[in-house]
């Protein structure tokens, strides 16, 4: 057994502290069911919460498999030393007043890197943080009340914030937790670490992970590949999409990507479906103990009202997430049930005419059910006056799994109108009790997502400043030699301009050389013609004057960009190109490496793809030639990843005959 499972799986509790928050663990361990031992330590007290106390570590009949260090932040260093060196498994660091406090006490850095190094390889949790319940082997090392229950198998979840994971814990939704696990500032011991110890344990059917920051994204990969190999989902609910503090950018492509962006390719690089809320993480949760990852994002629903069947309609609009029609198979079945007064429909309103009667309730909740279905789901609120008349319905469903084998869930449109004793009799039938359509739609559509992990490491960003910008013309010939396409072209004073362009072809685009965004400076001039060349350039008026030639024949704009993030990597924006880039906003974002095929998949995903298929009669693009140039892109950066910091193509003009880089920004640190 590694020290991490055996401090997660512990023996023995070693309890250092005399104030209420100790006395607290004892107390919430016995309740709970803990039958190991537990060793209070404190120099003076006699006995705490019950226990014989020792009045040192020195003094404890053995090392402790995991410790609860409720003292000080600077004697939880001098412990945690003492408690490494004598062999314990591990031990949870409760004091605050480390890196999460260095705005206001500049101590708390110094102090958090002296911690890890008095832990040596000894697993510590925080500091910062609760510790963590352990609902499979009745373990609580937590300082608080919560609101588990002992479990046979289960979720583990696992958060950086003790007072989240208290919340979650008091749920009420027969959702069955295995383990809650806080790890604060997480000073040495990854969740990621954590994660990848739980998965060694088959009673845990699924993860779910309330992420602040990735950290150490190469131990996330890993993680990712266990769980694929284990068939363990995992989840995650991901905060920061908000977050827009972010360093002064002169390219699109940052203030495009946003400071979630990279996060958001990173899980999904990484096969891990995202929830914006608590409720939809638990309720995704408990779908996957039940059902496991779904096998489509096919679902049926099946209401007594109409007004219900349209909701769920119009609550899965904008969801990957569709109600297929219905076979002839399925209707047959359904008019036998239901009779000839029921319009037949996915979603299906079935009337209450066999309302009380639970075996026409389950043949026609039964030939709702097919295989392009993933999930069945029925909308049943249950009144909190008298649900006995609704007894029917929970055996309907009952009997549906039972018979078909098929997943199956009964949905509460309102939370609250699903009371937990009927979920949890829901779900040990194997029914998925879900709380709130909303949370439901949210759930499937996150369960229905393939797991599938690209083993491919992400390129890791450097450090360096990047304080040094490129010319247009520096940037094209940059990416040219990586072999993206750009026009022919001369970078001259304005009055060299006219001679400069006899050797090439017009029309021409006449720029302004050294201005972050041309366009905004009228330095941008297009279809100049030959004769009008001087005349442009010296009104133009930079000092230098970049001529080229036209890419005509364009059917679309694309923008192609990559911002290095100090978080996730190097994030790769594909988007919608032009001058209207930023108020389209139509882009979708990956990281270095993408293969061919994912960016393909990526371009896919665009509101302007039709452009580039062909529109309204005009040709299509040459996709091939499009990701030749991501691909150049990407080699320049992978070839540059030590100082580079922003690179952009916008626009890309996609031809049926190729893509040219128009225009080209690179931002580095000086070499």
Not at 321 to 328: A, D, G, I
Not at 427 to 454: C, K, M, S, Y
Not at 639 to 662: F, K, Q, R
């Amino acid at each position: 057994m590694s020290s991490l499972s055996r401090a997660l799986k512990p023996s023995s509790i070693a309890v250092i502290g005399g104030g209420a928050w100790c006395a607290s663990v004892i107390e919430q361990a016995r309740k709970f069911g803990f039958q190991g031992d537990i060793w209070p330590v404190h120099p003076k007290a006699g006995q705490i919460a019950g226990e014989r106390a020792f009045a040192s570590l020195e003094a404890l009949p053995a090392a402790p498999d995991i410790a609860f260090i409720g003292i000080n932040r600077h004697a939880t260093i001098e412990t945690v030393a003492v408690l490494a060196s004598m062999g314990a498994g591990g031990a949870i660091c409760f004091a605050s007043g480390f890196t999460e406090a260095r705005a206001e006490d500049d101590q708390g850095a110094d102090l958090q890197v002296k911690l890890v190094q008095a832990a040596c390889d000894m697993p510590i949790l925080g500091p910062n943080c609760y510790g963590f319940i352990n609902g499979l082997d009745r373990a609580a090392v937590w300082p608080d009340q919560h609101g588990m229950r002992p479990v046979d198998r289960g979720v583990a979840i696992l958060t950086q914030s003790s007072n989240i994971a208290i919340n979650m814990t008091m749920q009420r939704r027969a959702l069955p937790l295995a383990f809650m696990l806080t790890s604060g500032n997480q000073a040495q011991t990854h969740q990621a670490d954590i994660a990848s110890a739980l998965l060694d344990d088959d009673r845990i059917t699924a993860i779910g992970v309330h992420i602040e920051g990735f950290g150490d994204l190469r131990k996330w990969e890993a993680l990712a590949q266990k769980a694929q190999d284990r068939n363990v989902p995992i989840v995650a609910l991901k905060v920061g999409r908000s977050a827009h503090a972010q360093a002064a950018t002169i390219s699109h492509t940052a203030s495009l990507a946003g400071g979630d962006a990279g996060a958001q390719a990173f899980l999904d690089r990484l096969g891990i479906a995202r929830l914006g809320d608590i409720p939809s993480f638990l309720e995704c949760l408990k779908l996957l103990h039940v059902t496991g990852r779904l096998d489509g994002n096919g679902l049926g629903s099946i209401s007594c009202s109409g007004g219900e069947a349209s909701l769920a309609a119009d609550m899965a609009e904008g969801r990957d997430l569709h109600f297929p029609p219905l076979s002839q198979a399925q209707k047959a079945g359904l008019r036998d049930a239901l009779g000839p007064m029921v319009a037949l429909a996915n979603p299906l309103d079935y009337h209450t005419y066999i309302w009380r009667d639970t075996q026409a309730m389950t043949r026609a909740w039964t030939a709702m059910m097919c295989p392009e279905q993933a999930l069945t789901m029925a909308i049943l609120d249950y009144p909190h006056t008298d649900a006995t008349d609704w007894e029917c319905a929970t055996q309907a469903a009952l009997n549906c799994v039972a018979q078909t084998g098929r997943p199956f869930a009964v949905t509460a449109t309102l939370p609250e109108l699903l009371p937990e004793d009927v979920a949890q009799r829901l779900l040990d039938g194997g029914v998925v009790p879900f709380a709130g359509l909303h949370e439901a739609l949210a759930a499937i559509e996150a369960a229905a997502r393939p797991q599938t992990v690209n083993v491919e490491p992400v390129l890791l960003p450097s450090d360096t400043v990047a304080d040094h910008v490129l010319t247009e013309a520096e940037a094209k010939k940059a990416l040219a030699d990586f072999g993206v396409r750009v026009p022919q072209s001369v970078v001259v004073p304005p009055e060299l301009a006219e001679q400069a362009s006899a050797d090439l072809t017009g029309p021409f685009a006449v720029k302004g050389v050294g201005l972050a965004h041309k366009s905004e400076h009228a330095a941008v001039r297009l279809e100049v013609h030959a004769n009008a060349i001087a005349e442009t350039a010296e009104d133009i008026g930079t000092e230098q004057i970049l001529i080229e030639e036209m890419a005509v024949g364009g059917v679309a704009e694309l923008l192609v960009g990559v911002t290095r993030d100090p978080a996730h990597g190097f994030v790769l924006t594909l988007g919608a190109g032009g001058v209207l880039t930023e108020i389209l906003r139509d882009t979708v974002s990956l990281l270095i490496p993408s293969s061919r095929d994912a960016v393909k998949e990526a371009l896919g995903k665009l509101n302007c793809t039709p452009l580039l298929a062909g529109y309204r009669g005009k040709p299509a693009a040459k996709i091939e030639a499009i990701l030749d140039a991501v691909d150049a892109v990407q080699a320049y950066v992978i070839a540059n990843a030590s100082h580079v910091s922003e690179v952009e193509i916008n626009p890309l003009i996609c031809t049926p005959d190729g893509a040219v880089a128009v225009d080209a920004l690179i931002r580095k640190a000086s070499l």
